[in-house]
């Protein structure tokens, strides 16, 4: 069955319930996966053989909303739903000032007073009342609902009241016409306050979008002897195609430099604050920025697998894994409008039939009750930290998979470290202790470690670069040990792992031993000072490696962690992964092939952006700067300030509506005053939200 990923561009959706309203029709409709976010305007889903993209297009509009860009900005550069705030606020104004006015003024008129009440609440039925019976349809209500009834309700006792009593001097006790357009004109303004504010957390997402689309690659293309540079877009290049990238040019896809010199500007991709030195071999990213020189570029991804891409559709991504504690959220929202339409019900009917207050004093009580709950508070309360917090850390060279991640990193205790290339440098001094083939012995090393991508591995060829490389065949990895293969005469070939302990590695041949190297490894800067981090936080600090005891164990002493574990194999590591991970939640921090299964396992996994791709793919934290220890550090606390965040805005959320909603059904709030205060209840959660791109970590 072929499925294809479809994601549309959705106006109107302006709170969870709005999302979680198509979302839910679409899966009805058989969409599979379907997934809306009113945080980027977006809804994917998957379309299965047979289906047409044009019937979820169809089924979205049916419910009331556009498939377009979601406040897409005209030449005037307001936006739409800006311009309906701004038209109902002309006429709310005047419609308003007639409270502060004498009764005889012309702005008590009726006639008046309906004609600057109607185009506001024409804006108001159209645009809520669409919202309303579109989120009815796909069964379950959204805070519009509440709007709609509302204003509608104060309207028509308004239009009514003022024709029964038309010409008679209690006429001006029947006219409400400036609360139906307050709240409409109030609602609206928290609409445009939070449209912006949803914005501000995604900007980091758009400046990376844009960066994408501006970018321009130009292909060396050769006839004869003869050179000619075309420029295209990132998507029309192909792995292995010569690109010509300038001084002041972006890089447009990811690549090797084959000749020349350049100062890279990698901030907005790894997160780098000072400018990087690219040579011939060096890796170059998409997204950076050549601030000086000219190089000759081989493609070595093509743009939907380039780094930047990567970066962009994990933060659009990151929403969708939505951290547990929004499970509470999502549940009360979801039954949140049919709860209030009962109290405002109930209200009603106390003050009217119970109390005997009057009709006019028990129909401003209920409506105040409608329009002062907010179940957009509690759907905005994750999302928008989600959001920021991701944005802030990809901004940083920190790839977080998802707001589950962030929730899990933050409650976190314990955390374990791979030793060589996680800790230390992997960059190592080489000796021999013993060496019977003399240069041979230089060869074998060069050829079979040229097939390892291990950290170890690297620097033993870079070490042994001009030694000429003997023929192998048959190379595989003995898993935890080392490397074996043939040599074309014959002969096998091992070398790892002295399991003698007598050297750090060994060569044999025929398993007889050949060689025996002594490597020293240097501990990566700031190591300590991220250990103590962590310890200072209450983390359980543990390095597991496969390393000799004595190297372990001197590394452990350096750095000061709780427990050190040497010798260790790929199964033993995911053995102790398992056993730690049933306890409490375990974070992982390692970048070889043999550390993917525990990085698997481990609740968090982080790897170093430069490590294996296993370990990359496995991780649920990529490091992409090179300062991979400052990065370790600032990724927990923005975890922890992002889920901090989070339960904060579920807090206010949750306090605002248990304790504003029992003080309007008590007849203390005017309903113009409960719009009010309902408009600013999302903002605050946003901004709140807002605060962790500028927050100081601590």
């Not at 705030?85 to 006015?101: G, K, N, R, Y």
């Not at 970018?215 to 050179?227: D, L, S, T, Y």
């Not at 339409?341 to 409506?367: K, P, R």
């Not at 975890?639 to 805005?649: A, E, G, P, R, V």
């Amino acid at each position: 069955m072929a499925l294809q990923e479809v994601s549309l561009k959705v106006g109107g959706m302006t709170c969870n319930n709005c999302a979680a309203g198509i979302s839910k029709s679409l899966q009805k409709s058989g969409f599979k996966d379907a997934d809306a976010s009113f945080i980027d305007g977006e809804v994917t889903f998957t379309l299965l053989e047979g289906r047409n993209q044009q019937e979820a297009v169809d089924n979205i509009q049916s419910l009331g909303y556009e498939v377009k860009e979601s406040g897409a900005k005209d030449d005037s550069g307001v936006s739409r739903i800006e311009k309906k705030f701004l038209t109902a606020l002309i006429f709310t104004i005047p419609l308003f000032m007639h409270m502060f006015v004498p009764d005889h003024w012309w702005l008590n008129e009726p006639l008046v007073q309906i004609g600057l009440c109607l185009p506001v609440y024409a804006i108001g039925f159209v645009h809520f009342g669409k919202s309303a019976w579109g989120s009815v349809k796909a069964g379950l209500a959204n805070m519009d609902v509440l709007i709609f009834m509302g204003s509608t309700s104060a309207f028509l006792y308004s239009l009514v009241g003022t024709f029964i009593h038309w010409g008679t001097p209690e006429v001006h006790d029947y006219m409400f016409f400036e609360t139906a357009a307050t709240i409409i004109t109030l609602v609206l303004l928290g609409n445009v306050l939070e449209h912006r504010s949803v914005q501000q957390t995604t900007r980091n997402l758009g400046e990376l979008t844009k960066m994408q689309a501006e970018a321009v690659a130009r292909i060396v293309m050769r006839v004869g002897q003869k050179e000619k540079i075309f420029e295209t877009t990132p998507g029309n290049v192909k792995v292995g195609d010569e690109l010509q990238v300038n001084e002041g040019d972006q890089v447009p896809v990811d690549g090797r430099v084959i000749s020349g010199t350049a100062v890279t500007d990698e901030a907005a991709v790894t997160g780098e604050s000072e400018a990087v030195q690219k040579i011939e071999g060096a890796e170059v990213f998409s997204g950076t920025v050549l601030l000086s020189g000219n190089i000759r570029v081989e493609a070595l991804r093509p743009a939907k697998d380039s780094t930047l891409q990567k970066i962009i559709e994990l933060v659009k991504r990151a929403r969708r894994d939505q951290p547990d504690i929004q499970v509470l959220g999502d549940k009360v929202s979801g039954i949140f409008v049919p709860v209030v339409l009962v109290i405002s019900a109930v209200t009603f009917g106390v003050w009217y039939w119970l109390l005997d207050i009057g009709l006019t004093i028990a129909l401003m009580n209920a409506v105040a009750v409608l329009v002062i709950s907010c179940p957009c508070a509690m759907g905005l309360a994750t999302p928008t930290a989600v959001v920021a917090g991701v944005g802030r850390a990809a901004k940083n060279g920190i790839l977080i998979k998802g707001g589950s991640t962030l929730e899990r990193f933050a409650q976190a205790k314990t955390i374990i470290f791979d030793k060589t290339g996680t800790l230390t440098t992997g960059k190592f001094a080489v000796r021999y202790t013993f060496n019977e083939i003399g240069p041979r012995a230089d060869a074998l090393i060069k050829s079979i470690e040229s097939h390892s991508s291990h950290p170890i591995a690297t620097s033993l060829t870079a070490h042994f670069a001009e030694a000429e490389p003997e023929p192998l065949t048959d190379v595989r990895e003995v898993k935890g040990r080392g490397m074996e293969a043939q040599t074309a005469t014959g002969e096998t070939i091992f070398f790892g792992k002295d399991e003698t302990s007598e050297a750090d590695l060994i060569l044999t041949i025929d398993n007889r031993k050949a060689a025996a190297l002594a490597i020293e490894d240097d501990l990566k800067p700031g190591a300590k000072e991220m250990v103590d981090l962590y310890k200072a936080e209450g983390f359980k600090t543990v390095i597991l490696s496969g390393d000799r005891k004595e190297k372990v164990l001197a590394t452990a002493a350096l750095l000061g962690t709780d427990e050190a574990h040497f010798g260790m194999r790929p199964e033993q590591k995911l053995a102790f992964i398992e056993e730690a991970a049933a306890r409490s939640t375990v974070v992982m921090v390692g970048d070889g092939i043999n550390d993917g299964p525990a990085l698997s396992r481990a609740q968090v996994g982080i790897s170093p952006g430069g490590a294996s791709a296993l370990a990359v793919d496995s991780a649920r934290v990529v490091l992409m700067g090179s300062n991979e220890m400052v990065s370790l550090g600032r990724s927990f606390k923005l975890s922890k300030h992002t889920y901090l965040t989070i339960k904060q805005n579920l807090f206010w959320a949750f306090a605002y509506n248990l304790v504003a909603i029992p003080i309007a059904a008590a007849g203390l709030l005017n309903p113009m005053v409960a719009a009010l205060a309902m408009a600013f209840s999302d903002v605050i959660v946003i901004g709140n939200s807002l605060r962790l791109k500028v927050k100081k970590l601590s």
